[in-house]
């Protein structure tokens, strides 16, 4: 059964980081496209940044410059650092992942709480 487990959520001070990590079970890691999400109270989910099987990424504009997505597929990890934290940050950050061969076949985590405040 397909599983994604996402670990490294928490609290931090504004300007602090965080680094968010991702496994994949059951899956053939490389065909899928990784995401991180989040979603705050009375918000909806959005995305925050992908990464293709090759390494492409893309990011939300909030957070550009400030979080980085990346992987590794022998590890079948992908991870999110998350730098010079805002308080607009804080949300429960999600794990997604997207077969691009057969986009029906989409993953969620069970999401990290992260918390930004002073």
């Known amino acids: 059964q397909v599983q994604l487990v996402e670990s490294g959520g928490g609290s931090a001070r504004p300007g602090g980081s965080l680094r968010l990590s991702c496994v994949a079970f059951d899956i053939v890691f490389s065909v899928y496209h990784m995401a991180w999400y989040r979603q705050a109270p009375g918000n909806q989910r959005e995305l925050v940044a992908r990464?293709?099987?090759?390494?492409?990424?893309n990011y939300a504009d909030a957070v550009k410059g400030r979080f980085t997505i990346s992987r590794d597929n022998a590890k079948n990890t992908v991870n999110l650092q998350m730098n010079s934290l805002k308080p607009e940050d804080t949300a429960v950050y999600y794990c997604?992942?997207?077969?691009?061969?057969?986009?029906?076949?989409?993953?969620w985590g069970q999401g990290t709480q992260v918390t930004v405040s002073s």
């Open positions: 997604n992942a997207v077969n691009y061969f057969v986009p029906s076949r989409t993953y």
């Open positions: 990464i293709t099987g090759g390494g492409d990424t």
